[in-house]
């Protein structure tokens, strides 16, 4: 089993909150990924990160912002919740394959936002 | 993704029958990957196909990479209910980038 792990599993808030989803995992990865998944279960790569200190936009806008300080750790946090950003929050990691390809990539359980 | 078109959108197969799903770019993959997923969790890891004309197998699921990289597909031979999910092929688009994931395909067995 993947040891990476995400906090919390379901999550229902009221608009303008501020919120933070939790990622960790402790196989030493270097890249890691947050992916939002709508309910056609279409995933899109919103945020990833390659190392420490490192953290890029993904191929899907989004108002939330990630950060990197420790290798385990990649949190997701949306200062101003709203309806909008219902949707389902996947989080991965993966080290880097041996022709520099992504290489295999492991996802967490998830994390399941509904804002009111 | 529109870079990764995946196809059927949907199937439902009776018990014991084969099945294939595609996955298709314009470009060409520096690596194509197969994930499964159930509904509401997370992404399991099938395969990984990384050269041209390769395959790999895995129980009854067996995955190919077209000549030109640019065309996979995902065959499961004699189906069974356990196969049932969410089918999803993944990319690099570039090398050591960023993934990105067809709309899936989901797969309903039918006893």
């Known amino acids: 089993e993947a040891d990476i792990y995400q906090t919390p599993r379901y999550l229902v808030i009221g608009t303008g909150k501020k919120i933070t989803l939790e990622c960790s995992q402790t196989?030493?990865?270097?890249?890691m990924y947050w992916y939002q998944q709508d309910p056609g279960m279409e995933l899109h790569l919103i945020h990833y990160?390659?190392?420490?200190?490192?953290?890029e936009k993904g191929d899907l806008s989004s108002e939330s912002t990630v950060s990197r300080i420790r290798t385990e750790h990649f949190p997701l946090t949306l200062e101003s919740a709203r309806p909008s950003h219902t949707s389902q929050y996947l989080c991965?990691?993966?080290?880097?394959?041996?022709?520099?390809?992504?290489?295999?990539?492991?996802f967490g359980e998830g994390s399941r936002l509904t804002v009111l | 993704s529109q870079e990764l078109e995946q196809s059927p959108q949907s199937l439902i197969v009776q018990e014991g029958k084969n099945l294939t799903i595609n996955c298709t770019s314009s470009?060409?993959?520096?690596?194509l990957y197969w994930y499964k997923q159930k509904y509401g969790e997370g992404l399991i890891f099938l395969m990984m196909?990384?050269?041209?004309?390769e395959e790999k197998s895995h129980e009854k699921i067996t995955a190919k990479l077209d000549e030109k990289k640019q065309q996979s597909s995902l065959h499961i031979t004699a189906s069974q209910p356990s196969h049932a999910g969410i089918y999803l092929c993944?990319?690099?688009?570039?090398?050591?980038?960023?993934?990105?994931f067809g709309a899936g395909t989901i797969l309903r067995v039918k006893s």
């Open positions: 990160s390659y190392g420490v200190n490192s953290t």
């Open positions: 993944g990319a690099d688009m570039e090398y050591g980038n960023k993934l990105v």
């Open positions: 991965a990691s993966s080290v880097t394959g041996p022709l520099l390809n992504t290489g295999e990539l492991f």
């Open positions: 196989m030493g990865h270097d890249k």
């Open positions: 196909l990384q050269k041209g004309g």
């Open positions: 470009k060409t993959l520096y690596g």
